[in-house]
């Protein structure tokens, strides 16, 4: 089973909201990802965890926040989006990070609305 | 600058026929290579994973791949109009956690 899951399948918040992601695997990965996907566009990653920490952050606003409670759980919290936030929220975790064969398996996503 | 190149399409192609998606990347110390399908508004999926040169077939699908030529292809036999899609080509390097992505190619398979 390569069954990633994400919740909720859809978000509209405000500017001033704070709200959360969650995503949640149970295939013993160790490598979590948050990707965010434009229409049109290939997936752009934001953040990864690697064994719980946090490993590579790609300059991502820190109106982002992740958090990794544990190895099966990911969480992308938002507080204070702009509109130009508005985007597809991709999950995705592999066995590891640092293997040869890190096939990432993505959940069906988020679909982000900032108004 | 790490750089993975695709045609955009549209590519069309006549249902039962063969579907060739072709990838080139930039950087020669690649060595893991993947296909996404894409739905309109869905996830990606990973359909196949290739790491050695040569091909790799998984029921109607084939990746081939080139390091000296630093390419790598998809090839969908007997295409069927649910192979429609957006497949996107995605690059790694041993040990490190990031993939590159390529900008995707339009399928289109016409009835």
Redesign the interface.
């Given at each position: 089973d390569?069954e990633v899951t994400q919740t909720p399948k859809h978000l509209v918040m405000g500017m001033t909201n704070k709200k959360s992601l969650k995503c949640e695997q149970h295939m013993g990965h160790r490598?979590m990802y948050w990707y965010k996907q434009k229409a049109k566009?290939?997936?752009e990653?934001m953040f990864?965890y690697?064994y719980e920490k946090l490993?590579?952050n790609e300059s991502v606003p820190s109106r982002f926040s992740p958090e990794c409670p544990n190895s099966s759980l990911l969480n992308l919290h938002l507080h204070a989006l702009q509109p130009e936030d508005s985007a597809?929220y991709?999950c995705a975790s592999s066995l590891t990070?640092?293997s040869?064969?890190?096939?990432?398996?993505?959940?069906?996503?988020t679909r982000l609305t900032v108004t | 600058q790490k750089e993975v190149e695709q045609n955009s399409g549209p590519l069309s192609v006549p249902e039962g026929a063969i579907a060739s998606l072709n990838c080139t990347y930039s950087d020669r110390g690649s060595?893991?290579f993947?296909w996404?399908r894409q739905y309109s508004g869905?996830?990606?999926?990973?359909i196949m994973?290739i790491?050695s040169n040569g091909d790799k077939e998984d029921g109607r699908f084939t990746a081939q791949l080139n390091k000296a030529s630093q390419y790598v292809s998809l090839l969908i036999r007997d295409s069927q109009p649910s192979d429609s899609a957006t497949y996107?080509c995605?690059v790694?390097n041993?040990?490190n956690?990031?993939?590159t992505?390529?900008?995707?190619t339009r399928l289109t398979i016409i009835p």
């Open positions: 390569t490598a566009k290939p997936p990653l990864v690697s490993s590579i597809l991709l990070s640092g040869p064969s890190y096939e990432q398996y993505f959940g069906p996503g | 060595q893991s993947f996404y869905k996830s990606p999926e990973l994973s790491y996107l995605a790694g041993f040990g956690e990031k993939l992505f390529g900008t995707g």
